[in-house]
Every structure is written in C-alpha cells, then in structure tokens.
C-alpha cells in the first residue's frame, strides 16, 4: 500500500515538473512584435480638439514597423466619408503628421467597409516602414469639419513589425 502511494506522488511530481519546464520555456519565448490597444469614445462623440493617445510598447524598437488607425462605428454615424490625423511625438516634439481618409459609405449610403450587426469598422494603413524608437506616442484626432463626430464607438491603433 505504502509502495501504491509514493508511486502516485512521483507521478504527480513528474507532471508538477513538466509543468513548471513548460512554463519556463514560455518565458524564454520571443516577446509579441506587435501593440494594439482600442479606446473607447464617450456617448457625448468624438471632439475634435481631443486626440486620442496611445503609447505603444514594442519589444524590438530597431526593427522597422507599419502603423494602421482602425475605427469602429455604428450605424447612425452621419458622414460619408472619415478623416484621422495622425500625430508621431517624440518627447514633446511633433516629429511626423499623416492624414488618412477614407470613403465609408457610397452615394445610398450602403456601407463600403466590413460590418457586424449595427456595428462598422474599418482599418487604415497610416505609415510603413517607421522605427518604434522614433516616436514615443501617437495621437489620433478627428479631421472632419465639425466640432463633434457622434456614432464613432472606438478608435484604435496598431504598430506590427513591417513584413519583409
């Protein structure tokens, strides 16, 4: 009986060890090459002297990577068309602008852009080929002309490694 009982804790010492190899390989594992974060645009709408900022963290700054703006809208949004600026600051300094637009909907206005339900989003390619060193934030506003764009839901940002 005794024999019966040390046997089953050297199993259960054999898969505890397994285990813990397991999780320590994944620690020696590469870090993700890419940074995405969304937020959220209160229910008051997306004012246009108010960006959005993220602050990407990159595991390999040297490496060259693409950055794309992606926006989630719903349905009642009223425009045809968006328009981002995009903002490149290193410490306080304004080191690159891009401005993206993009047609939304056609003349009827039926939605051009993928969509779920009530809910559209639509990615954009803002730059290629930029090193994460470069910049230390990146600061998405509204470029339309109007002071307050209702119906966009979220506005994200995603920095992954330029493919070679």
Not at 57 to 81: I, M, P, T, W
Request: hydrophobic share 40%.
């Amino acid at each position: 009986m005794r024999e019966k009982l040390h046997s089953g804790m050297r199993k259960d010492y054999g898969i505890l060890f397994v285990l813990l190899m397991i999780l320590c390989l994944g620690g020696c594992a590469p870090k993700h090459s890419s940074y995405s974060e969304f937020k959220e645009i209160g229910e008051n709408g997306w004012v246009k002297s108010e960006a959005c900022e993220f602050v990407p963290q990159c595991a390999d700054s040297l490496s060259k990577c693409d950055v794309d703006v992606a926006l989630c809208f719903s349905q009642g949004y009223e425009h045809r068309n968006m328009s981002v600026v995009v903002d490149f600051v290193k410490g306080d300094s304004l080191v690159n602008r891009k401005v993206v637009d993009c047609v939304l909907t056609d003349a009827n206005g039926n939605w051009l852009v993928s969509g779920f339900g009530v809910m559209y989003q639509v990615r954009l390619g803002v730059l290629t080929g930029v090193k994460p060193m470069d910049f230390d934030k990146l600061q998405v506003w509204q470029g339309l002309d109007c002071d307050t764009l209702k119906n966009v839901e979220r506005v994200g940002v995603f920095v992954e490694k330029t493919q070679q």
